[in-house]
């Protein structure tokens, strides 16, 4: 397990250290290009690059959370999965699974405390660290912050699509596994129904935010964000813009208490570079990213938010 000293395909998240594969007892930085069911406006599979690309511009500190990416114990990054092109979706989706796989085959998360920041790549990314999160975790808490709630079964022929990304990790889950879901705000009729007669729905932060503060200390967490969660008015670059979203300072909200908590993993997907030809849509995906990272690692006080 040498880290790569020269590693072209590795584009750094600033200050993060390359490596091969995951590193234990330490946060894993990895890419997913995939972008093979996007329905609407594509180009997800740009979004991983771009945040890098910003990411060396933005500042290693953050005011909200009082910690510096500087000060961190060691974060590493694994570039890129690699990612078929054959134009067939399920078979490339099934090449970044196995991807994926080689690289956690002989790891228990729990054990080696391993997590993974996922950056997207579509929502369907996501059901690869979930699916081993699940296992890994039986008491998992999945929050899930999104336009949509995801919870189609498949959509537009595709089992594994970005539109049933939440409903296929429901079909790992156990009696200890609880998901939890904000800012949702699209859907079929019957995906409002399910998630009203599943309490998954928070109806808004307070309420959201009232219901990680009651978790335990060392309940562990899940985050999947999706960035459409956030106003396209704010984040513009995304596949499937949804009026009505929530602010950067809500997200901050959220983030203080998760650093409070046990979160294990977070993935951070459906940025679509091209859709937002300003760039301010990477460079807020970036910020966004930048605050997961510190949260992922624990504590700070903050000053700001
Ligand atoms: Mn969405």
């Known amino acids: 397990m040498e880290d790569l000293k020269t590693e072209k395909n590795v584009l750094l998240y600033y200050p993060a250290r390359p490596a091969l594969r995951p590193r ?13 069911t996007a329905c609407f406006r ?10 890098r690309r910003v990411a060396e511009d933005i500042e290693t500190y953050s005011p909200y959370l009082d910690r510096d990416l500087e000060e961190l114990p060691p974060f590493f990054e694994l570039g890129n999965l690699p990612v078929g092109d054959s134009g067939d979706a399920d078979r490339d989706w099934q090449i970044a699974r196995e991807a994926f796989d080689s690289l956690t085959d002989s790891i228990d ?26 296992i890994a975790y039986p008491d998992l808490i999945l929050l899930h912050l999104d336009a949509h709630a995801d919870l189609r079964d498949g959509y537009q022929g595709y089992r594994y699509s970005h539109a049933s990304v939440i409903r296929r990790c429901m079909d790992h889950f156990g009696p200890g596994h609880v998901l939890a879901q904000y800012g949702i705000r699209s859907g079929t009729r019957e995906e409002f129904y399910w998630m009203k007669k599943h309490g998954t729905l928070h109806r808004d932060l307070d309420e959201f935010c009232g219901f990680i503060k009651a978790l335990p200390e060392d309940r562990p967490i899940y985050l999947t964000l999706d960035l459409d969660y956030f106003d396209p008015a704010f984040v513009p670059g995304t596949g499937t813009p949804e009026a009505g979203g929530e602010d950067f300072l809500s997200f901050i909200k959220i983030l203080k208490l998760l650093k409070t908590k046990k979160l294990v993993g977070a993935d951070v997907v459906e940025l679509a570079p091209a859709v937002d030809p300003t760039g301010n849509s990477d460079v807020f995906a970036a910020k966004v990213v930048r605050e997961l990272i510190l949260a992922l690692y624990g504590e700070g006080t903050g000053h700001v938010g």
């Open 24 to 36: 234990k007892h330490s946060l894993n930085l990895v890419g997913d290009e995939f972008d093979g």
């Open 42 to 51: 594509k180009g997800t599979s740009d979004g991983p690059d771009a945040i």
């Open 109 to 134: 998360l729990q054990k080696a405390e391993v997590k993974f920041l996922a950056l997207g790549g579509e929502h369907s990314i996501s059901y690869l660290f979930i699916e081993k999160y699940l």
